[in-house]
């Protein structure tokens, strides 16, 4: 399969394609390496099965005991031989109608875990190749939007388990079973017309179903019309006050709401057609089953007891069926929320390791790009022959203007994607030849934008190595300068830092996110604009926590304001993805090119 594009979006399929998403579940109801599952599914299906032949046997019982019933008609206490035998009748038919009960419930018992342990192995599957993905892949998708995706998916395997399993496909059985045991017990008739009156009443439902659906679409389609504009009104109160617009807006919401009206009135309307429809084929069936027996009976083949069976046997299976046109809705929703989720697990990343790809070994941290190429859209280039050689514990800055493709350099060093052209190694080792996993440990972080966990600031620190001691996370924490602020703080390190830390000021989450990268203690640490977004109070006060973490290991220091960057070993000025000029401060100052132009507009900018 090609790796995925903005075009991989998972689209509704034929029936057919979805079964076969279904079926892929069957690993999951057959694990190899648990053989209690196994067992535990096998015997839930063989419960199934003989839940429905008790089922269809119990009524027999029942017809037996009115035929005794008329054939004793002078026998006057239950306790003659007469009595007991039509008392024996009765209880056989309760005890078996009890046993199905018992026969579900075990069933329950036996597979609850089976299905449980299904929906959570899919579920963690599916989020673990999420996170195989490529970083391409999620800036082109909503987060939101794949959550859904696996929210349904797993949801929609509960569903078809107890609707196909344990609701429709036993019906169908029922249905298999009852139709045998007429024609052996009675005649071939009585079996032709159950069987041909169920068929008729599923064609008849699915077929009215599907009409259905669209007056339901244009429903929640109206639905979700009014309810939006419900809450754009609302959202935009003083708007609507300041221009006296109430009754404007009323106007739009009752309009919308109007449309659902009509909508609503029509879907209940075709729901009634359906249910008149589905009404009308069950009782016909029935009506054409009684005149036969009745006929049986007039003519001496069949008793009165034979009728109460065929009528009590029709009604059990009719029951299940009363919900098939919701069933059927929803099990064909569900196997395309599956078929989705499923989509997701096809779809192969971008970036994969090779197959003889090592862990690279321990690094110094030396860095060289050479003749690199790189683009994000096949026509239009980002780095252009991009050459550059970074010493172990060296400093290299690189600078430039907006779009010059200075942030892409760590996206590639990181590998979340692979060059078009030339080659990146790390202490000599080709970064395609190693693996993904191994690459980004030595590798430290401090980005321009830092995004933390909705959870404690202790975790958040501890992010990069959960194993770390509190010792180990306070003395981090003194290195980026934040401790003190931490522990006075009334929780301390169990203090939340609320969604994307946004209980924390910009300058307190870059000590959080310096914190972290040192408790990672890499070889090789990027600093990615990390003061751009501060202002210059802030930017100075933890300039010397960035010193401190950038203190004998290589780094990487993508800059915006070049100030920080003075006393850097070595500084690249790209523009349009090519390197403009290499050197120190001092040396590209007196060269008057792009660094001293880029200078001289930042000292202009200093009020």
Do not use: C
């Amino acid at each position: 399969m090609p790796p995925q594009s903005k075009h991989d979006t998972p689209s509704e399929q034929s029936l057919g394609y979805q079964l076969k998403s279904f079926f892929r579940l069957w690993p999951y109801l057959w694990p190899k390496d648990k053989l209690g599952f196994k067992v535990r599914t096998f015997l839930a299906l063989i419960l199934t099965i003989a839940g429905q032949f008790i089922l269809v046997g119990a009524p027999f019982f029942l017809g037996r005991s009115v035929d005794a019933v008329k054939n004793s008609e002078g026998v006057t206490s239950v306790f003659s031989q007469a009595g007991l035998m039509i008392t024996a009748l009765i209880l056989g038919y309760g005890g078996l109608r009890f046993v199905s009960i018992l026969i579900s419930e075990m069933r329950e018992y036996l597979f609850t875990p089976v299905g449980q342990f299904a929906q959570r192995s899919v579920a963690t599957a599916t989020f673990a190749h999420l996170h195989k993905l490529s970083l391409r892949y999620h800036l082109e998708k909503r987060t939101g939007g794949l959550s859904r995706v696996i929210e349904r998916g797993i949801r929609s395997i509960d569903f078809l388990f107890r609707f196909l399993l344990f609701n429709i496909g036993p019906t169908l059985l029922q249905l298999a079973i009852a139709g045998v045991a007429f024609w052996v017990a009675y005649s071939w008739e009585f079996a032709a017309i159950a069987v041909s009156t169920v068929i008729l009443y599923i064609w008849f439902t699915v077929t009215t179903t599907e009409w259905r659906l669209k007056f339901r679409r244009t429903m929640n389609a109206k639905d979700t019309d009014a309810n939006a504009k419900a809450i754009d009104s609302l959202l935009n109160y003083e708007t609507v006050k300041y221009f006296s617009a109430e009754g404007f807006e009323t106007g739009r919401y009752d309009h919308a709401m109007e449309g659902y009206q009509q909508a609503a009135i029509k879907s209940r309307s075709s729901l009634a057609t359906v249910n008149i429809g589905q009404s009308f084929l069950m009782n016909f069936g029935l009506i054409a089953m009684m005149l036969l027996a009745a006929q049986f009976i007039l003519t001496g083949r069949m008793t009165i007891g034979a009728m109460t069976t065929i009528t009590l046997v029709m009604m059990q299976v009719y029951r299940p069926l009363n919900i098939l046109g919701f069933a059927y809705r929803e099990i064909k929703q569900a196997l395309t929320d599956m078929e989705k989720m499923f989509a997701l697990l096809d779809l192969q990343p971008e970036v994969k390791d090779k197959p003889d790809a090592i862990a690279i070994a321990p690094a110094g941290g030396a860095i060289s790009f050479e003749d690199v190429d790189f683009h994000y859209e096949a026509d239009r280039s980002i780095l252009k022959n991009v050459s550059f050689d970074v010493k172990p514990g060296d400093t290299i800055a690189v600078v430039g203007p907006t779009g010059a493709g200075k942030s892409t350099l760590s996206r590639i060093l990181f590998r979340f994607y692979d060059i078009a052209g030339g080659k990146v190694t790390v202490d000599g080792q080709d970064i395609q030849d190693v693996t993904q996993e191994s690459l980004r440990k030595i590798i430290g972080i401090v980005p321009q934008d830092t995004v933390l966990f909705n959870d404690t600031i202790g975790y958040n620190i501890a992010y990069a190595n959960p194993d770390a001691s509190e010792a180990e996370i306070a003395a981090v924490a003194s290195a980026a300068q934040i401790h003190d602020f931490i522990m006075s703080l009334p929780e301390g390190y169990e203090t939340k830092v609320g969604e994307r830390g946004l209980k924390l000021s910009g300058g307190e989450k870059q000590r959080v996110a310096i914190a972290r990268a040192l408790l990672k203690d890499p070889a090789i640490l990027i600093l990615d604009e990390a003061t751009s977004a501060l202002d210059s109070v802030t930017e100075h006060s933890i300039q010397d926590a960035l010193d401190a973490a950038a203190r004998n290991r290589t780094t990487l220091v993508i800059a915006h304001r070049l100030s920080t960057i003075v006393g850097a070993d070595k500084i690249i000025a790209l523009r349009d993805g090519q390197v403009a000029e290499i050197g120190t401060h001092s040396e590209l100052l007196a060269k008057e090119g792009l660094y001293a132009e880029l200078w001289s507009q930042q000292e202009l900018e200093v009020p």
